[in-house]
């Protein structure tokens, strides 16, 4: 865990400031009725910045650079030291002298005061000439960054925007504290408010004083529970709930003295392991504490951390565990504090029930000062350093867009469907937008999407699909490439560069940026699950964004992918698509069975969108006539029998050459008339009593069964006419044979046949009629 000592500059200013904290909060908080003598001596000679000059003559008492006049006698934070002499008024872990000045533009203290008034000469025009710094306001809310726990008005709180996560734990070189010895009470009643009690030798040569600051529906049965583990400090309080609190607490200062004084003990480190916040489906025990420079929960944890102007607070979950022990990890936190002297743990209880209450028996806390090594994935929060997470020169706490991908912070740091905007109103003053106030300030929980890596306001890759939010937020014709690109420049310095503003490049600290419903206001390719920036398929084609690009598809267009590649359930614009251009939708075509991408695949009835050009121009039965071409005619293009001979304008397939429209046995490639069958009219000619052989079915659509293309059983029969001579049909060749009667001579005669295809059920059938000319009798002609 890297070692970020947040409070590097007050050191730097007093090394006594730490006991000046300590000796105040016992000044402000601790009973009067027995006062140490060495109280009034200190009053006197108050010097709380260090810097040599009595907070009486001191222009800026606490050395941050702010005038007193300025700061004034309010506790902003409620941590008992006013604003005028706490470095860090507003408690978000960011000391006041570098929230008043802007980032870029920070000057250190020099640490020189020619003219002994308490202000450092760096914020001094000139030595006598009062100055200090005029604190900014960065958002324009009326509330200065150095009061303002969302100083960009993004939702995000200032603490939050200036922590760090990693996920190591390292806790071996800080001194490990042993309060198993008896408490002994120093002053006030005891286990009462404003008693002080000592734990004498916690380590070498130090001692802890802790003070009973507020009781709110409290009863303390036992300060310190030694019957197991000792070295432990472990109060066991009784709360009561009524219809006025339903937040019962005790407030126990924890201050580290020299042995056998009240002297303050800084301590460079000191780790604090607050165990157990666990709770019931009645109540929950919550613990706050001062803000520390990190803290370090398990993953997965059941506890609850929220940031709220009065320090860090840790609710526990709804199971209960037996005792107080450090055994289970997802009930513990480790916090971190540096250049420590004093600290404020609240114990408590919340319930969301309507019922009032006494806990039945006294609710355990611990606190394990030394290393916690039962974690089984730490993941550490370190606080208060001012990141600049795109390098773009504004820390993040002052930047709408603090990872530059061109979404503000405010919409990323919410869900796409929850997202609430900004009310612009603040009722209480303290900088943090009422829509993401609470009771306990506790603004915006950012959203992590992709559950690794960094939250998404800070995450270049929020849906971790190998797209970067810039293009993904950014393109909004799906081509791939942003239409809102990066560009250098930031006209109003709010952190979100000109390249992705709106129409007003100078709309100072519009959070969302005209995001009003990320929902329909950013990039969303298949039109459901979440936006393109945190969908892992965007085009909803069921292949992930990283397997297209592995397949070499276009993870943006829901027509191209790889079918063996399907892992997720198609949806969205894959379903509302029609990738094979038939009009029928992706999705009719899955319900009906048919090919999505072949596009003469597909169930006429079903065709809900425009074909496109392709489809139209194709002829899907292979009739000879386009699609286009059958649809305006009314007729089938799925059907190779349904067509309108005058439509034909194309070569007719080879499968539909093979075909019998007309069931009469001539494939549609060698039938005259491949829709209708159809029997010709045929003639001839003979001498009288003479046999003639005409070949009735040469211009017929009927083969002869000796033919080899002949699909069917061609059948011949006469069913009329006036021929009264011999008639013969050979079906196998389509010939009739006919020899006249005597009678017939020197005439016209008739055969009417039919012929059939006798595969079918009826028949296919066709007539036609055979005139045959017969030639006189030249055996009964008289010579002349």
């Known amino acids: 865990m890297e070692k970020i000592t947040l409070f590097n500059f007050k050191g730097k200013v007093s090394g006594a400031f730490g006991f000046t904290l300590a000796f105040l909060a016992l000044v402000l908080t601790s009973s009067f009725d027995n006062i140490p003598v060495y109280l009034s001596y200190s009053i006197v000679s108050v010097d709380s910045d260090g810097d040599g000059v009595p907070d009486s003559n001191d222009v800026d008492s606490d050395g941050d650079g702010i005038l007193d006049s300025i700061e004034g006698t309010i506790d902003t934070d409620g941590d008992g030291i006013p604003n005028y002499l706490d470095v860090d008024s507003d408690n978000d872990g960011i000391l ?21 008034n308490g202000l450092d000469d760096a914020y001094e025009i000139a030595p006598g000439n009062g100055g200090g710094l005029i604190p900014i306001d960065t958002d324009g809310d009326g509330v200065p960054d150095y009061l303002d726990l969302d100083s960009d ?9 200036s922590s760090v996560l990693s996920t190591d734990f390292d806790c071996e070189t800080v001194p490990n504290l042993n309060f198993s010895n008896t408490p002994t009470l120093e002053s006030g009643d005891a286990l009462s408010e404003g008693a002080v009690y000592r734990f004498s030798l916690i380590t070498d040569n130090l001692d802890a004083l802790v003070t009973i600051e507020s009781v709110v529906n409290g009863r303390i049965s036992t300060l310190d529970q030694n019957s197991v583990d000792p070295e432990f400090f472990k109060p066991e309080i009784e709360f009561t709930t009524t219809d006025v609190i339903r937040r019962p607490y005790v407030d126990l200062r924890i201050s580290m003295v020299k042995t056998g004084t009240n002297e303050s003990a800084v301590l460079d480190e000191l780790i604090a392991n607050f165990i157990d916040v666990d709770g019931n489906s009645q109540y929950q025990e919550f613990n706050r504490f001062d803000t520390p420079v990190s803290y370090t929960y398990d993953n997965p944890t059941e506890v609850g951390v929220n940031y709220t102007s009065g320090g860090l607070l840790i609710n526990g979950g709804m199971k209960e565990y037996d005792g107080i022990s450090n055994t289970h990890p997802s009930v513990n936190v480790a916090v971190e504090f540096v250049d ?20 039945n028996v006294p609710r355990q806390s611990g606190i394990q000062f030394s290393c916690l090594d039962n974690f089984v994935d730490p993941q550490t929060i370190t606080f208060s350093k001012d990141i600049d997470s795109d390098g773009d020169g504004y820390p993040d706490r002052v930047d709408i867009d603090s990872d530059n991908d061109g979404i503000p912070d405010n919409v990323e740091a919410q869900t796409t469907e929850g997202y609430i905007p900004p009310t612009g109103l603040d009722s209480d003053n303290d900088g943090l937008d009422n829509a993401y106030d609470g009771p306990v300030n506790q603004g915006l929980i950012p959203v992590n999407t992709d559950g690794t890596d960094m939250p998404d306001y800070l995450d270049l890759d929020t849906d971790n699909d190998t797209v970067p939010d810039n293009i993904e937020g950014n393109d909004f014709n799906f081509d791939g490439t942003p239409d809102q690109i990066y560009i250098g420049t930031d006209s109003d310095g709010d952190g979100l560069d000109d390249g992705y503003e709106g129409e007003d490049l100078n709309d100072g600290f519009d959070v969302n940026d005209e995001i009003d419903n990320p929902a329909s206001d950013l990039p969303n390719t298949d039109g459901v699950d979440d936006v393109n920036y945190r969908d892992i398929d965007d085009d909803g084609d069921g292949v992930t964004t990283i397997k297209e690009k592995e397949d070499n598809t276009n993870p943006l267009d829901p027509c191209d992918y790889n079918p063996e590649s399907v892992t997720l359930t198609q949806n969205g614009a894959y379903l509302t698509a029609d990738c094979d251009g038939d009009g029928v939708t992706n999705e009719d075509e899955n319900e009906d069975g048919t090919d999505p991408f072949d596009p003469c695949d597909f169930v006429l009835a079903h065709q809900t969108v425009t074909p496109n050009g392709t489809w139209n121009d194709t002829d899907c039965d292979g009739d000879g006539v386009t ?48 829709l209708v069958a159809t029997a010709r009219d045929d003639s001839g000619s003979t001498p009288a009593l003479t046999e003639v052989a005409i070949n009735i079915l040469e211009n017929d659509d009927y083969l002869p ?8 059983i061609t059948s011949l029969s006469m069913i009329g006419g006036s021929a009264l001579g011999t008639v013969l049909f050979d079906e196998e060749t389509g010939f009739l044979n006919y020899t006249p009667v005597e009678s017939e001579s020197n005439s016209t005669v008739t055969v009417i046949y039919q012929v059939c295809n006798v595969i079918p059920d009826p028949n296919v059938c066709a007539s036609a009629t055979v005139t045959i000319q017969v030639g006189p009798d030249m055996d009964n002609v008289i010579d002349a």
């Open 96 to 116: 006041d002298n570098i929230e008043a000045q802007v980032s870029r533009d920070y000057i250190s203290p020099s640490k020189v005061d020619s003219d002994k």
């Open 153 to 161: 008005n993004d939702g995000i709180l200032d603490s939050l925007e």
């Open 340 to 359: 420590i002297s004093t600290f404020v743990f609240r114990f408590g209880i919340q319930t969301a029930t309507n019922d009032n209450f006494t806990t």
């Open 627 to 674: 699609n286009e071409d059958e649809k305006t005619d009314g007729t089938d293009p799925l059907d190779p029998c349904d067509y309108l001979p005058e439509s034909v304008t194309l070569t007719p397939s080879v499968d539909w050459e093979v075909l019998d429209c007309d069931n009469d046995g001539n494939p549609n490639g060698t039938d005259p008339d491949p």
């Open 705 to 712: 069964n000796n033919h080899p293309d002949n699909l069917g």
